[in-house]
Every structure is written in C-alpha cells, then in structure tokens.
C-alpha cells in the first residue's frame, strides 16, 4: 500500500489551499483517513479525519475551516484548507487506516511522505 500526499502549498493568511491524500494497493476498505500536521519542534497532531461510514472529525482550531471531501473515487480523499492562519503552518501527513480483506479482522496504518504548508513571507 502507498499514501501519498500532494497539493503542498504556502499558507496566506485568509487563503486556501487543497492536500489531497490518495491509497492505492490491495485495499478492501479505508476504514478512516487522517491528516495530521506536524509544526517545527511539535508533535503531530491530528487535524481531521474522515471515516469509512463518512464521518468526520476535526480539531477545534480548524473547524469551520477546514473540509474533507471525497475526490475521484474512494481512495481518494482532500482536505480544503481555507480562511487560512498562520498556526496553519507546518507538514501535513496523511494517514490510512485500511482493511487489506474483505475477511481480515484487523486494520493496519500508512503514512505518506508529507506535504509541506509554510508561512508566506
């Protein structure tokens, strides 16, 4: 299984950007996928999440900022960043919980590489 991000870009305050997250490999379903970001000399920290029954959860410092949408298909997924701030900042990861098998009991976790998002001068 591969993650990958992509749609890196510069935060501006009051701006907007896409970080869309793709899976691709043997995958039955993606029970949750996740952006994390990850600030210089912080923990990552969760962002949103979305699950496979379309759920979704976001942090408090984003809500009613950020949205997760379905893309092409649905091993696609994008995070829309807009009304950006400058605590925005920092790598976003993108992580996929993801059963293998229809008939498997357990689900296993990939990360992609991450998308840098860094201040605008």
Known sequence: VEVVESGGGLVQPGGSLRL??????II????????????????RELVAIVSSDGSTKYADDVKGRFTISRDN????????MTGQK????????????????????????????????????
């Open 73 to 80: 298909d649905d091993r696609t997924k994008c995070l829309q």
């Open 86 to 121: 400058r605590e925005d900042t920092g790598v976003y990861y993108c992580k996929a919980e993801i059963r293998h098998y229809s008939c498997g009991l357990y689900n296993y976790a990939y990360w992609g590489q991450g998308a840098q998002v860094p201040l605008s001068s």
């Open 28 to 43: 039955f379903r993606i029970e949750n996928m996740g952006w994390y970001r990850q600030a210089p000399g912080d923990q």
């Open 20 to 25: 869309p997250c793709e899976a691709s490999g």
